[in-house]
């Protein structure tokens, strides 16, 4: 629980309306932080996620949340933004073995950048974000190696990091935990997953396949964290 | 001179429409690149460089030209974005202490973020970016050290720098050197500096204020380069 008479921090956070970052969130605030929630429009194909973000925001009693638009669709490269197929049903093994094509070139980079700056003009020192390194070990750029260079540059690349006003800290609070730990930390929290999406393919009312690699995920996470997923799925 | 029998590679050139990422493009063309040029608009007050961003790409020969919109006005913290006064007739010695209110919160970060992600779509290795930390010491994302630590990153963020079929290198060829020596370099190289726009606070017709830092540093620099600046003043 919060302690209520220490004065609170701001922090960003990078929140996409997903399982992972809302867990994040609810992290954040339990460790003493005001939320600034952050959502970073980067051209996906649906736009179920970034209502979920609000809607997870506000739930979590942000201060604020910011959206902010960039087309990375213009360079395709991904099936998230461009014209691939979302690969469904595909066994364990497949989905753990190399880079998956949902893979978005240079996302997290872009996404942290962009927190830096909100978190520079704001004065918060503590940016948050949910990656992880077990289920998703095929994204570069959701290792801690990745995450450390990032943080160097963060303290060298701005004003209050090179006047020492804000040493920046990237936090991960999830990169070393399962999705059932994920979630079992979430519903501690108090994370209402019903307000989370998760779908790389969903229809266009917002249900998600339940067959992609990250309905796939999620699925086996809630069932082994022993807790019903309080979403509904099309093709389960 | 570029030698026509050997293969060119693509480069991402990042194109603000000023002097130096002009003077930068024609170096990447000299040394045999093929310049994919990207242009950040970034919430600029004025839309003037990106129209001389897309009139320098023309003149160069670009293979392409992408402007990417992101809205980092959305947070303020800079007079270049917000509402904040550009300074005029600033001293030189008061031009080089600390760090202008012209400074754009991770700007560099930022810009350098998404040409990676355009740079790993297309299958370059190498992006150019024209900082300079002589007559801009003020800028913390402008310093050598700060490129080094982006480097790292990029190798780090990529699956093409993680697989190893790309090793990104950031070029910065006008890092160390004077106003004046970029202005002979990019004549040699037939830099055409008409079509370039450095004012800060144009009026309203895109005519160059000369007296914002940025102009006046331009004015100096074409002084002690013993040549004519092709452009017009206002107030000079």
């Not at 999620?218 to 019903?228: D, Q």
Request: net charge negative; with cysteine.
């Amino acid at each position: 629980m919060p302690d209520s008479t220490k004065p609170r921090k701001p922090a960003v956070i990078l929140l996409s309306g997903g399982l992972d970052s809302a867990t994040t969130a609810a992290v954040a605030r339990a460790e003493g932080f005001d939320i600034h929630a952050l959502s970073v429009d980067y051209g996906q194909r649906h736009r179920f996620e970034l209502e979920s973000a609000r809607n997870v925001a506000n739930s979590l009693g942000a201060v604020e949340h910011r959206i902010v638009k960039i087309d990375l669709a213009a360079f395709g490269g991904s099936a998230l933004t461009a014209d691939i197929d979302v690969p469904k049903d595909r066994p364990a093994d497949e989905m753990s073995a190399g880079i998956p094509v949902t893979y978005v070139p240079a996302r997290n980079t872009v996404m942290l950048s962009i927190a830096l700056g909100y978190a520079e003009v704001i004065g918060a020192a503590d940016i948050f974000i949910g990656v992880n390194a077990v289920d998703y070990s095929g994204y570069p750029d959701c290792r801690p190696e990745f995450i450390a260079a990032f943080e160097q540059v963060a303290n060298l690349a701005t004003k209050a990091g090179v006047e020492g006003t804000l040493k920046f800290h990237i936090h991960t609070p999830l990169i070393q935990l399962t999705k059932a730990e994920i979630i079992r930390r979430g519903v501690q929290l108090g994370v209402d997953y019903a307000l989370t999406h998760t779908c790389y393919a969903p229809d266009d009312c917002g249900v998600s396949c339940g067959r992609c690699d990250a309905c796939q995920l999620r699925i086996k996470g809630f069932a082994e964290a022993g807790l019903a997923d309080p979403i509904a799925y099309a093709d389960v």
